[in-house]
């Protein structure tokens, strides 16, 4: 099974990204998905999920109300950010499992990361 996340890059403060990930190699149908971010000497953190239905999504407080999650079938997914701030410089990672979503225990299957960076 493969994630690959596509969608990052260079963005002015205020401005919008939209990041993708797209899964192979098996069915994800019921698998929860996952972005998680890593800055700079900082631990990986959580973002967003959304459960296997596509009913519920869950946000970082940080985040709420400037990024959406989304997926469309059960292999792709996405990640809306608007209203980018510095801080939100990392790599993303998309992610999928089963358990806490704001955990990255819980998930077994990860994207190999991309660059999103905010400038000001």
């Known amino acids: 099974a493969q994630l690959v996340e596509s969608g990052g890059g260079l963005v002015q403060d205020g401005g919008s990204l939209r990041l993708s990930c797209a899964a192979s190699?098996?069915?994800?149908?019921?698998?929860?998905m996952g972005w998680f971010r890593q800055a700079p000497g900082k631990e990986r953190e959580f973002v967003a999920a959304?459960?296997?239905?596509?009913?519920?999504t869950y946000y970082a407080d940080s985040v709420k109300g400037r990024f959406t999650i989304s997926r469309d079938n059960a292999n792709t997914w996405y990640l809306q950010m608007n209203s980018l701030k510095p801080e939100d410089t990392a790599v993303y990672y998309c992610?999928?499992?089963?358990?806490?979503?704001?955990?990255?225990?819980?998930?077994?299957?990860w994207g190999q990361g991309t660059q999103v960076t905010v400038s000001s």
């Open positions: 992610a999928a499992g089963n358990g806490v979503l704001s955990a990255s225990r819980s998930y077994n299957y």
């Open positions: 959304i459960n296997w239905r596509g009913g519920s």
């Open positions: 190699g098996r069915a994800f149908s019921v698998y929860a």
